[in-house]
């Protein structure tokens, strides 16, 4: 938020605003032991939309910490939450195997996208049960977003239309962070502690790193995507 402000969540059923400059906690909401899950700043930083496991998002007023609106649609745990850079946008994504994209200026729903099939058929063995979206990253034009799943399965969709651009397969394994690239490169945290670097042009794995011995839970990059 302007580099001034940050928003936390946890599973302790709070969420947090923080004053960056400070480091001090500038406001506290309780959900009544409903674990908040993902959080977004919108709208030019005046409000902040949470996601709950419930399957829910509620919107609020920076300043006042007032409810603005609550959004329904996700039946399960909203895994992550993000407003696209030309502020067009809210999408979300949820364990109930869905993104959904939201209208920011209207806040009402727009699509619901359901999870892709595998185009290279059945999903690995023992990946049933894990089918729900884990992971969001979104394009820096903010007009496509790639949703990783349980199962190592990429769906990239076009945002405006709600159409399916490419499923595609990076991993066996469980993606647990993603974040994409101004040039084209995807990045895929996964369980297992690997993080993977994909060409989305080639369609390929261009480097396979090392990176932890736990799960990949976060990535980012830098504001100009080096």
Not at 94 to 105: N, P
Not at 194 to 214: P, Y
């Amino acid at each position: 938020s302007g580099g001034k402000a940050a928003i936390s969540t946890s599973t302790d059923a709070t969420t947090k605003l923080w004053n960056l400059d400070s480091g001090g906690c500038t406001g506290t909401l309780t959900h009544d032991g409903q674990a908040s899950t993902a959080c977004a700043f919108i709208k030019d930083d005046q409000l902040f939309v949470v996601g709950f496991e419930d399957g829910t998002l509620r919107v609020w007023n920076r300043r006042t910490l007032k409810l603005v609106e609550t959004l329904y649609g996700h039946t399960a745990y909203v895994t992550a939450c993000a407003a696209t850079a030309d502020g067009k946008y809210l999408v979300t994504t949820s364990r109930d195997e869905t993104l959904r994209v939201w209208d920011l200026a209207s806040l009402k729903l727009l699509h619901t996208l359901q999870r892709a099939d595998d185009p290279g058929g059945p999903s690995p063995r023992g990946s049933e049960g894990r089918r729900w979206i884990t992971a969001l990253a979104l394009a820096a034009d903010g007009k496509t977003a790639f949703a990783a799943s349980g199962d190592g399965l990429v769906s990239h969709w076009n945002l405006a239309s709600g159409s399916l651009i490419k499923p595609f397969r990076v991993a066996k394994d469980r993606i647990d962070s993603c974040a994409v690239t101004p040039e084209g490169y995807l990045l895929c945290g996964l369980a297992d502690g690997t993080l993977l670097i994909w060409n989305l042009a080639e369609m390929e794995c261009v480097d396979r790193l090392s990176a932890h011995t736990g799960s990949v839970s976060a990535c980012a990059l830098t504001r100009d995507g080096r």
